[in-house]
């Protein structure tokens, strides 16, 4: 398998245009479920929840689910909103997040309770975790509320985990890969599952999809682990160096701390602990990661999940839809936001 040490952002684009053109319909359905649904009696809700909804999410969990029932010969049309649930529970945890982190920004405007205070931010979150189990309910499907009852526990271990060790130097690669399966992957993975589930997929090829959609989560993250050292703030849409900020211990980071020599270990946790990311700080941390292949080193692990994730799908036979859930992997890691 190619590996890839850089992001080619030409390519990203050019991806970035076809698949857009492959899944136009799709997104624009889902676009009207999320808005013809949205419709609380409780009006803050509504503006909060619209705020993030509207504020440039790529809508790749609802689409997951969508095509992962497609290519699995589900044909009906009553799936649509079924499918929005995956966009509801990731703003959930979006809510939720930028409370516990203290964010200032999120896809490049002010975070939610910047502007309606921590409380209602909470509790929209809540709000929406609990119309996607009022929305799972009415398919009456057991195992459709099974698969978001192990997900959304799963997320909130991840969530509790991710607190724990934000800022912990310690933390080693496969623990902080388990924050990332817990806290991103599983959500991809259970959108896929639930679409297979609709197909009446075979088991073998359920768990084909959960692979597909578990392996595109660690390779999403890591992904956006990267992109908040290298990446431009005005495609990405937020400034760089979040993570650094916010004293996060990231991928880039842990790589410094396992292979790095001591002396940059130690200009890092500082860096980190003190939150510096002014240009001159942003700048060094950067350059101690470069130097211990950080940067590279996750996007070539980012590549390595790419790559698994197309090889779950090796078994299903050709079809535009395979083509898409392809393309939407290479995507994933060639993006430049």
Not at 23 to 29: G, I, N, Q, T
Not at 147 to 152: K, P, R, S
Not at 240 to 246: A, I, R
Request: glycine content about 6%.
């Amino acid at each position: 398998m190619k590996r890839a040490s850089s992001i080619d952002i030409r390519r990203g684009r050019e991806l970035k245009a076809k698949l857009y053109e492959a899944v136009r319909d799709d997104l624009e359905r889902i676009e009207k479920e999320i808005d013809a649904h949205l419709n609380s009696t409780v009006l803050l809700i509504n503006r909060v929840a619209r705020y993030i909804m509207e504020s440039g999410g790529k809508r790749i969990r609802p689409l997951l689910m969508v095509l992962s029932a497609r290519l699995t010969g589900y044909d009906k049309d009553d799936h649509w909103p079924l499918s929005i649930i995956f966009e509801y529970l990731h703003t959930a945890t979006l809510l939720h997040d930028d409370v516990v982190d203290s964010s200032d920004l999120r896809r490049g405007h002010p975070v939610a309770n910047s502007i309606w205070g921590n409380q209602a931010s909470i509790l929209v979150g809540d709000f929406l975790y609990a119309i996607s189990y009022l929305f799972a309910s009415r398919h009456q499907d057991m195992r459709i509320i099974e698969v978001l009852a192990d997900t959304t526990t799963t997320m909130a271990e991840g969530e509790v985990l991710s607190l724990i060790n934000a800022d912990n130097p310690e933390m080693t690669e496969a623990e902080y890969l388990e924050i990332i399966r817990r806290k991103t992957a599983v959500l991809l993975a259970g959108a896929c599952q639930v679409g297979a589930i609709l197909g009446e997929a075979s088991p073998e090829m359920e768990d084909a999809l959960l692979c597909y959609g578990l392996n595109l989560g660690y390779a999403f993250q890591l992904i956006d682990d990267v992109l908040d050292y290298r990446a431009d703030p005005g495609e990405l849409g937020k400034p760089v160096g979040g993570d650094l900020k916010e004293g996060k211990v990231t991928l880039p980071a842990i790589r410094v701390f396992e292979n790095g020599s001591t002396q940059h270990a130690k200009e890092l946790r500082s860096l980190l602990i003190s939150g510096d990311a002014s240009p001159e700080g942003f700048a060094r941390a950067k350059e101690i990661i470069d130097a211990a292949k950080g940067l590279d080193y996750t996007v070539d692990l980012a590549d390595e999940y790419r790559g698994r994730a197309i090889d779950c799908l090796a078994n299903f036979p050709s079809s535009p839809t395979k083509d898409t859930l392809q393309m939407l992997a290479e995507f994933i890691v060639a993006r430049s936001y």
